[in-house]
């Protein structure tokens, strides 16, 4: 079936380092790509999305390409910043058809110090 | 900005106990889902609506866990009775169709069983 795999975590980085998280994937047909962002006691906020090979999601600095080639969409971002600390998901539309269902990583832990 | 209601914020309950829990989404979506995410991994889609109808439930454990929506609008998920690995997070989240994966996640219900 389909599923997500993230680079383990967390991700230490110091302030303004550059980020770069991890993600493959594999489905049937051609999903929708999305990264979601968790901060503590919160849900999960949309971060950024593609939804067909080459496309490139970004927002706030961050940035993801949609790799049909390498079935990976792994997350960038050049400056990271405090607040930027927070559990990052990749996740997919599944596949077959626009169910609406999202399959999601495990996520990836990103800790930022100043 | 319009936002997905979940209650109540946390949740302990003792095992063999019923537990029930409440989403009302924003208003005019008409796709509710509820995910649960366990505590280091990412959220898993456990039930589906389209108005009032389920149109996923493939993952919801019915021996124990039920849901309903009765008037399209909002829902409610019980879990009866509850084991110890039920602890979680229980998200809900709600789009205005399923075909665009426009999600808008709640704050979410955590879940300790003891």
């Known amino acids: 079936g389909d599923s997500v795999t993230q680079m383990e975590g967390p991700v230490t980085l110091s302030e303004e380092a550059f980020l770069t998280i991890n993600c493959t994937y594999t489905?049937?047909?051609?999903?929708?790509l999305f990264w979601y962002v968790q901060y503590p006691g919160e849900g999960l906020q949309l971060l950024l999305k593609a939804t067909k090979a080459d496309d490139k999601g970004s927002n706030k600095g961050f940035e993801a390409t949609y790799r049909k080639e390498t079935t990976s969409f792994h997350l960038e971002k050049g400056s990271v910043q405090v607040s930027d600390s927070a559990v990052y998901f990749c996740?997919?539309?599944?596949?077959?058809?626009?169910?609406?269902?999202?399959?999601f990583g495990q996520g990836t832990t990103l800790q930022v110090k100043p | 900005e319009a936002e997905v209601a979940q209650s109540p914020r946390y949740k302990i309950t003792e095992k063999s106990q019923a537990v029930a829990f409440w989403c009302d989404p924003i208003s005019g979506h008409a796709t509710l889902y509820w995910y649960r995410q366990i505590l280091g991994q990412g959220p898993e889609l456990l039930v589906q609506f389209q108005d009032e109808s389920v149109v996923d439930d493939s993952q919801l454990p019915k021996d124990r866990f039920s849901a309903e929506r009765l008037k399209g609008v909002d829902s409610t998920l019980k879990i009866q009775p509850a084991e110890l690995g039920d602890s979680a997070m229980y998200l809900c989240?709600?789009?205005?169709?399923?075909?665009?994966?426009?999600?808008?996640f709640g704050s979410g219900t955590r879940l300790t069983v003891v």
């Open positions: 996740a997919l539309g599944s596949g077959s058809g626009n169910t609406g269902k999202l399959i």
């Open positions: 989240a709600s789009s205005l169709d399923r075909d665009s994966y426009g999600y808008t």
């Open positions: 489905a049937t047909g051609y999903p929708s």
